[in-house]
């Protein structure tokens, strides 16, 4: 009788191609020291006898899954999309597959996909700005469960992580309104508890204090990273007896609604105020107007971060690299002088 195809073992395969089952083992593994026309023999009864790899088992015996787990906060931003395309490239490269997690911002979803990806599931494990890394960064280095963090620093010297110069290209966006003659420069924060959006703040607060600005924190308004509070936090600004001329966004999905916000005032962009956001996602260049904003190599943090993570699956040992990419001010058709001049 045929067995059910989740019933079919190493064994099965190993008599089937008339090897050893060590043979098996070293075809599933991707081991080389395996003869082309043995290794096709095996691949063959394999898919005759409908065989399923057992990932969780193969990695418990000392094998690799050829996993490489991803967990996300949401996957509805370009943001997330371009960071997850060069992810993407440099695994089919290196013939990984990726599995993918998503918390929807709940902190204690992250610290469960991250406990399942860690037991037997994936080689390695890539976080994009994750939120409450605490809750298990000591537990991934305990075990050296390789791991890399891509957008946020980790809690210490100590976490393999690929990020963009947030503070500095903060400041170079207040410092390019400033230079404008903009004066009152509003500000849409990003999630608070992240430090990307730490260091964008205070990156503005340094461009106002080096430009003669001074900080007002009337003009900063808390946002999330997402469209409705981009529009809520402008209309607050806006309406304030004396509104700024130009508002920062801390990412281009905020900027989004800043833009949206500023048009429902009956103000024009830019002469009734500049918009600046943050990350030059491909949206940013087709708004109309076209969006200043600052750059951040996103494509470029996923393909740097997946190298380094292949690395440290194949040597655990090996130094812990901390890298930060440039930023880059990208000036489109969303600012001017106060007053349109």
């Known amino acids: 009788m045929k067995k059910n195809s989740s019933n079919v073992t190493i064994i099965d395969v190993a008599r089937a191609a008339g090897v050893s089952y060590a043979t098996v083992s070293r075809v599933i593994n991707s081991k080389e020291n395996v003869k082309p026309k043995t ?23 000392g094998g690799r899954s050829q996993v490489i ?16 395309r060069g992810i993407d490239a440099e695994l089919a490269s290196a013939q990984y597959e990726l599995l993918l997690y998503t918390t929807h911002r709940h902190k204690t979803k992250e610290s469960a996909h991250v406990a399942t990806l860690t037991r037997g599931l994936a080689d390695g494990l890539l976080l994009v700005l994750p939120r409450n890394p605490g809750a298990y960064l000591e537990t991934l280095r305990q075990y050296r469960f390789p791991h890399v963090l891509i957008d946020h620093r980790g809690l210490d ?23 404008l003659g903009h004066q009152r420069i509003g500000f849409i924060t990003g999630t608070m508890d992240q430090r990307c959006a730490q260091d964008r703040l205070e990156g503005y607060k340094a461009a106002l204090a080096d430009h003669g600005a001074a900080f007002d924190p009337e003009l900063v308004r808390e946002g999330n990273f997402f469209q409705p509070l981009g529009y809520t936090g402008a209309s607050a ?53 076209p969006l200043t904003t600052v750059r ?31 930023t880059e001010l990208v000036l489109r058709q969303s600012c001017c002088s106060p007053g349109g001049e």
Do not use: C, W
């Not at 394999?46 to 065989?51: D, E, I, N, S, V």
């Not at 190599?297 to 812990?320: F, H, K, N, S, V």
């Open 296 to 326: 951040q190599p996103l494509e470029e943090m996923g393909r740097i971060a997946t190298r380094m993570l292949l690395e440290y699956i194949e040597d655990p040992q090996r130094p812990i690299e901390r890298v930060e990419l440039p």
């Open 69 to 84: 787990g991803l967990l996300v906060h949401d996957v509805g931003t370009s943001y997330i999309g371009e960071i997850i």
């Open 157 to 179: 010297e100590e976490t393999p992580a690929v990020a963009a110069a947030n503070r500095q290209g903060a400041y170079d966006a207040t410092k390019y309104l400033a230079e």
């Open 39 to 61: 290794r096709e023999r095996v691949l063959l009864a394999m898919t005759r006898l409908g065989y399923v790899v057992d990932q969780r088992a193969r990695s418990l015996a």
């Open 237 to 289: 600004l806006l309406e304030l007896p004396h509104p700024p001329t130009a508002i920062f966004a801390s990412n281009d999905v905020s900027a989004f609604g800043v833009m949206e916000a500023v048009r429902e005032h009956n103000l024009h962009i830019p002469e009734g105020v500049s918009v600046v956001g943050f990350d030059d996602i491909p949206q940013a260049a087709r708004v109309h107007p």
